[in-house]
């Protein structure tokens, strides 16, 4: 079982409210990942990180923000969430490629955000 | 990365082997081939992945073609609880990303 965990499972929120998906691992991945999965459709990669204090975007677009304080955690911050917004969220991790080796991406179970 | 095309969909009665294949005619030498899969509302789960050799684990067996353009996952006895989207991924180790796409989704029959 991988040690990844994604809180809240489900949120129902307002618009215009500020809310926070919490991503955590205990694995010591550097890598981590948001990617955000409308029901039937492919997975976009929307953050990413390679450490501490590494942020990048991903290939969708997103008014969310995301942070890496912490090895362990990469949390998710939309300012102001419109009802777009609404989507599954879903955090990875994955080690650090070494001498060319592939790498596997762990998952979490998702936060699945409905924005009324 | 290079780009797969997979089958939207299949079906596959309870007990007997599914073979879900995956082209990858742009694959790069240094390109890898993974599984993925992905039950309804939950995150995708590692299943397999490899590089020109077949490969075998407790959930799958991988079949790469010997020019590398195509290969098949296979369980070798489906359950019920196999059913859910596959996704077949290339990416060279160490990569930006990995790239989804829409996967094929199965249905195992009782």
């Known amino acids: 079982e991988a040690d990844i965990y994604q809180t809240p499972r489900y949120l129902v929120i307002g618009t215009g409210k500020k809310i926070t998906l919490e991503c955590s691992q205990t694995?010591?991945?550097?890598?981590m990942y948001w990617y955000q999965q409308d029901p039937g459709m492919e997975l976009h990669l929307i953050h990413y990180s390679y450490g501490v204090n590494s942020t990048e975007k991903g290939d969708l677009s997103s008014e969310s923000t995301v942070s890496r304080i912490r090895t362990e955690h990469f949390p998710l911050t939309l300012e102001s969430a419109r009802p777009s917004h609404t989507s599954q969220y879903l955090c990875a991790s994955s080690p650090l490629g070494q001498g060319g080796r592939s790498e596997k991406l762990f998952f979490g179970s998702g936060t699945q955000l409905s924005v009324l | 990365d290079a780009k797969t095309t997979q089958p939207p969909s299949m079906d596959c009665a309870e007990g007997r082997a599914a073979n879900l294949p995956c082209n990858h005619s742009?694959?790069?030498?240094?390109?890898?081939v993974y599984w993925y899969r992905q039950i309804h509302s939950q995150g995708p789960q590692y299943i397999i992945h490899g590089l020109k050799n077949n490969e075998t684990n407790e959930m799958a067996s991988l079949i790469i073609t010997e020019d590398r353009k195509s290969s098949t996952l296979i369980l070798p006895h489906a359950t019920l609880r196999d059913t859910a989207v596959y996704y077949c991924i290339v990416r060279v180790a160490s990569g930006n990303q990995f790239y989804f796409g829409t996967g094929t989704s199965l249905t195992v029959i009782p």
């Open positions: 694995m010591g991945h550097d890598k």
């Open positions: 742009t694959i790069s030498g240094n390109e890898y």
